[in-house]
């Protein structure tokens, strides 16, 4: 295990069905996820992100919360071309500094909080055109196809994961993250 330290820079909730989160202070996190925000719950419904389920299946939340860091957004907004990506468009929750190569963190990988909380990395948030639209309408000038946001974002827009610990997460937060490295499993012969 590897011990590495980070710090909340910014906080977001979104309760409406837009993509866009407003900023906040604080986030209260029990283990259905973030109070008030609309990926709360035990379960979803199974999307084109879960291939191997009926579209509408009920299925275990594993997107109680979704993480970025300002530098991979800033890498994924030159490559677009644009000025800035703001956590907020993406629908993130938490925004993290510190952290290198972030969105890259395995499965497993524990975000410690001073409140208690433990956030859990189910993954990589995969980059898909929702977002890319809503950065290409910050920016009607540019001349940006909202696919771009797709390969630009690729390992840049972070992470999702479920609560493990329930706790409350403040912006200025010092987050001890606990990466596992997961062994290789050796594939049969054949």
């Not at 259905?32 to 299946?57: L, M, Q, S, W």
């Not at 890498?75 to 510190?98: D, H, Q």
């Not at 001349?143 to 610990?165: D, I, T, W, Y």
């Not at 329930?166 to 993250?177: C, K, L």
Request: net charge neutral.
């Amino acid at each position: 295990m590897m011990i590495l330290q980070a710090t909340v820079d910014a906080l977001y909730i979104g309760d409406h069905k837009g993509l866009e989160k407003n900023p906040c202070a604080s986030l209260d996190f029990t283990l259905e996820g973030i109070v008030g925000d609309k990926h709360a719950g035990f379960t979803k419904k199974a999307d084109a992100r879960n291939p191997e389920y009926k579209r509408g299946t009920p299925m275990r939340n594993d997107r109680q919360w979704s993480a970025v860091t300002p530098d991979e957004l800033a890498e994924a907004a030159r490559a677009m071309g644009v000025e800035t990506i703001a956590p907020a468009w993406l629908g993130a929750n938490l925004s993290f500094s510190g952290i290198p190569d972030f969105t890259l963190l395995p499965k497993g990988t524990k975000l410690i909080f001073p409140s208690g909380a433990v956030l859990v990395v189910e993954g990589e948030n995969m980059p898909c055109i929702g977002p890319g639209r809503v950065i290409v309408s910050k920016y009607p000038d540019v001349g940006v196809s909202p696919n771009r946001f797709v390969k630009a974002a690729m390992h840049k827009r972070g992470l999702v994961g479920m609560v493990e610990r329930a706790g409350v997460v403040q912006i200025g937060d010092t987050v001890t993250v606990e990466v596992y490295e997961a062994a290789a499993y050796p594939l049969p012969a054949g």
